[in-house]
């Protein structure tokens, strides 16, 4: 799913093809993208652009008159642009959004339908589809640290929870904890003020980092290739792979749709979190410590 540096990479390219540009037709290829009925979607038809914004990990096209139109990318879901005369993307299009110069589409891949399209009219339509998470890069570390603990969630479910913190999801919670040196298990509700302070520093220096690397390894061009994964991260989609500070293997705890990957030596102190599926597998022969499997 596309993240807070992936969000804001798409947001500064809209902003950069869009601005002050009328929006002149579009064309949905799947009923189950548009989830409002009023106002109805014809009506943006011929509204000028006047800002692209993130609202959590939704896209938001503000047009003329205080309508918005809002795109939720969910896991498959990606944006992909095409000057005028190009061809367009094919059978995984669900939406198209027609400009003079060229053409915005909205894709997703796979067979499940997640992605979403809301058209509202004002402010209050506009803030009733925010889930309340606030942007760690507004919070000092006491605030910070208060938000941790809210519902006694663990690190990793607190981070990514959009009702907590806003735009963080699986992939850029790894990347945090790991450069925290903070267990994705322990508990907000536990952290000394060190860890709280370590853990936010960690948060502000990695989504930082990786918009502007992200930024940088885009360009000019549309980003077409976004990912949950990249080569250069440390231990997020590297199951296996050496940690790049302490060169053990990542771990990886799989549970309902989701994961996540660790450094046991970085983060837990050698000892290895329990993989429901793997502990009731191996029982006793199921490792404690990373030393054994070295």
Request: charged letters at 20%.
């Amino acid at each position: 799913m596309p993240e807070l540096p992936d969000i804001a990479i798409y947001v500064d390219h809209l902003q950069r093809r869009l601005l002050g540009q009328t929006l002149r037709g579009i064309a949905l290829t799947s009923p189950f993208l548009l989830r409002t009925v009023e106002p109805p979607l014809a009506d943006a038809n011929g509204r000028r652009i006047e800002g692209v914004r993130r609202l959590g990990k939704r896209l938001v096209l503000a047009l003329a008159g205080d309508y918005f139109i809002v795109l939720h990318l969910m896991i498959a879901g990606r944006l992909r642009w095409r000057d005028s005369g190009d061809k367009a993307p094919g059978k995984i299009t669900l939406a198209s959004f027609r400009f003079d110069h060229g053409t915005l589409y909205l894709t997703e891949a796979g067979t499940k339908r997640r992605a979403s399209l809301h058209y509202v009219a004002g402010e209050a339509a506009l803030a009733a589809l925010d889930p309340g998470g606030i942007d760690i890069e507004t919070l000092d570390v006491a605030a910070f640290a208060q938000r941790m603990a809210l519902g006694n969630h663990t690190l990793k479910r607190a981070l990514t929870d959009p009702r907590i913190f806003s735009g963080i999801g699986n992939s850029y919670s790894d990347e945090i904890l790991h450069r925290a040196q903070l267990s994705p298990f322990a508990l907000g509700a536990k952290l000394s003020a060190a860890e709280a302070a370590r853990l936010h520093a960690a948060a502000l220096a990695v989504l930082q980092e990786w918009t502007q690397r992200l930024g940088a390894k885009t360009g000019a061009a549309f980003p077409e290739t976004v990912t949950a994964f990249h080569d250069e991260m440390a231990v997020h989609g590297r199951y296996g792979k050496p940690c790049p500070v302490c060169g053990a293997p990542v771990q990886r705890i799989v549970y309902a749709d989701n994961e996540a990957n660790y450094c046991a030596r970085c983060q837990t102190g050698g000892k290895l979190l329990a993989d429901r599926a793997l502990s009731r597998l191996l029982h006793d022969s199921w490792p404690k410590d990373i030393d054994q499997l070295l």
